[in-house]
């Protein structure tokens, strides 16, 4: 069954660093989205993307973040300068166009930073 | 925009029954049901359309009343099992767009 992918599964990071976290899709899906749970909270929706463009984004997606699709299969998130309260769980889904679609999500990548 | 989900969190003893409410303010399409458990990812339990067809794979029954953009998840005889956050995705339209939007989550643990 094809399933969302996301590396690294750990990433540590120090303070005011550049991160890339990436994510590969299902192959046919066109809406893309990345999530951010933070210890012991809820799901925060990040960002979703269709069509080569961000559709949507929440107040937590600030200038420090930006999303790319750089080759049609990999989807990213980059994270500019971090702090400390980005240490969260980031995960990324998929969904194909159209009504009636589930979301499907990657496993998700721990990003801690010291 | 966001639905908005009640209780927050439920404690139940095996056996026991809990209905989680989702509501929303805009006109839906459908409602999305998935359960993370911790740790994990959210992983996709239900969904259910206009017109009442439920789609689903889990011993776990939801309702969709369309007038009132609601849905309820009924967790029946409840397992060890069924411990995790539960959360609710509306499916609504906007422009050309249909955009699917989740709650906050309702965290759901169930002792022995």
């Known amino acids: 069954e094809p399933e969302v992918t996301q590396t690294p599964s750990h990433q540590v990071t120090q303070m005011g660093q550049e991160v890339i976290l990436r994510c590969v899709p299902i192959?046919?899906?066109?809406?893309f989205y990345w999530y951010r749970q933070i210890l012991g909270q809820k799901v925060e929706f990040l960002v979703s993307f269709y069509n080569n463009e961000i559709s949507e984004k929440s107040e937590i997606f600030d200038d420090q973040f930006s999303v790319e699709r750089p080759d049609g299969s990999n989807f990213t998130l980059k994270i500019r300068s971090t702090k400390l309260e980005d240490s969260a769980m980031y995960f990324c889904?998929?969904?194909?166009?159209?009504?009636?679609?589930?979301?499907?999500f990657g496993p998700g990548t721990r990003l801690t930073v010291l | 925009q966001q639905p908005v989900q009640s209780p927050q969190a439920v404690i139940l003893r095996e056996g026991e029954d809990a209905v989680i409410n989702c509501s929303s303010s805009?006109?839906?399409?459908?409602v999305h049901w998935y359960r993370q458990k911790h740790g994990e990812a959210p992983v996709f339990l239900m969904i259910?359309?206009?017109?009442?067809e439920q789609k689903g794979h889990e011993k776990i029954s939801a309702s969709f009343n369309e007038k009132k953009q609601q849905s309820s998840l009924y967790l029946t005889a409840s397992q060890l099992s069924y411990s995790g956050t539960y959360f609710c995705g509306t499916e609504y339209r906007e422009g050309n767009d249909y955009k699917l939007s989740f709650g906050a989550g309702t965290t759901v643990t169930v002792r022995a």
């Open positions: 889904a998929s969904r194909p166009e159209g009504l009636y679609n589930e979301q499907f």
């Open positions: 805009k006109a839906l399409y459908s």
């Open positions: 259910l359309l206009k017109g009442g």
């Open positions: 192959s046919n899906h066109l809406y």
